[in-house]
């Protein structure tokens, strides 16, 4: 599973997208992956709820047109400079939809992660003689894996595989150039995965053809507390 990184999230405006119900499934499930272990974007899609509800109930009491223009896009009538202005029935109509599952998130998703959540999370070093760390985590939780790789300038970027003892690839990771350097948090959903033994190989894509080198190789063995 790909895990949206937070340069990614903020670059393409994800808070908002998720709100609009703009994301495609495999967007969705990155962004949800990122923002439960990311408290900056919770807070943003915090935000962004609140703003939306607090326009809705601007909008409640405004007269609807009897005619709709065409409208161009979701996003035009959602634009926050329009949302000053007395709004169309669609674009009312349109309102009330985010702003319904903006209060779900507030009542329901928002408690769950302002809850205290401790996170298993284990430091990996490259394996270079079979060596595995052993993380124990909830079978329906999350954990974080925790490296390190040197920066190098020729890779823009990196990839990740978790693969599992049998060879298959049991979910994938980017990681930016930025990253490189310093202490890379990686945060993984246990239910997606079985109790074993996996390897984290991680690749760099060279900025002149895009090409994947491998850099490193971590090994892990997850286990399930309950």
């Given at each position: 599973?790909?895990i949206?990184?937070?340069?990614?999230?903020?670059r393409?405006q994800?808070?908002?997208?998720?709100?609009?119900?703009?994301?495609?499934?495999?967007?969705?499930?990155?962004?949800?992956a990122?923002?439960?272990?990311?408290?900056?974007?919770?807070e943003?899609?915090k935000?962004?709820?609140?703003f939306?509800?607090?326009?809705?109930?601007?909008?409640?009491?405004?007269?609807?047109?009897?005619?709709?223009?065409?409208?161009?896009s979701?996003?035009?009538?959602?634009?926050w400079?329009?949302?000053?202005?007395?709004?169309?029935?669609?674009?009312?109509a349109?309102?009330?939809?985010?702003?319904?599952?903006?209060?779900?998130?507030?009542?329901?998703?928002m408690?769950?992660?302002?809850q205290p959540?401790?996170?298993?999370?284990?430091f990996l070093?490259?394996?270079?003689?079979?060596?595995?760390?052993?993380?124990?985590?909830?079978r329906?939780?999350?954990?974080e894996?925790?490296?390190?790789?040197?920066?190098?300038?020729?890779f823009?970027?990196y990839?990740g595989?978790?693969i599992?003892?049998?060879g298959?690839?049991a979910?994938?990771?980017?990681?930016s150039?930025?990253?490189a350097?310093?202490p890379?948090?990686?945060?993984?959903?246990?239910?997606?995965?079985?109790?074993?033994?996996?390897?984290?190989?991680?690749r760099?894509?060279t900025?002149?053809?895009?090409?994947?080198?491998?850099?490193?190789?971590?090994?892990f063995?997850?286990?399930?507390?309950?």
């Amino acid at each position: 599973m790909n895990i949206m990184n937070h340069e990614e999230a903020i670059r393409t405006q994800a808070a908002e997208r998720y709100l609009l119900g703009e994301m495609n499934e495999a967007e969705r499930d990155a962004w949800e992956a990122h923002f439960f272990s990311c408290a900056v974007c919770t807070e943003e899609l915090k935000a962004s709820a609140g703003f939306v509800n607090a326009v809705q109930d601007f909008f409640s009491s405004a007269p609807a047109t009897a005619q709709v223009p065409e409208r161009k896009s979701v996003l035009a009538w959602l634009n926050w400079r329009e949302l000053l202005r007395p709004a169309p029935a669609f674009a009312c109509a349109m309102l009330l939809l985010v702003g319904g599952f903006a209060l779900y998130q507030n009542t329901v998703t928002m408690p769950r992660l302002r809850q205290p959540q401790v996170m298993a999370s284990v430091f990996l070093t490259q394996s270079r003689s079979g060596e595995s760390k052993t993380i124990s985590a909830p079978r329906e939780g999350r954990f974080e894996l925790r490296i390190e790789l040197p920066p190098d300038g020729k890779f823009s970027a990196y990839d990740g595989q978790i693969i599992a003892e049998s060879g298959r690839i049991a979910g994938t990771v980017s990681i930016s150039a930025q990253q490189a350097g310093g202490p890379i948090n990686i945060s993984l959903d246990a239910s997606t995965l079985t109790p074993g033994s996996y390897s984290l190989a991680v690749r760099g894509i060279t900025k002149e053809n895009g090409q994947k080198n491998d850099v490193a190789h971590y090994r892990f063995t997850l286990e399930f507390q309950n």
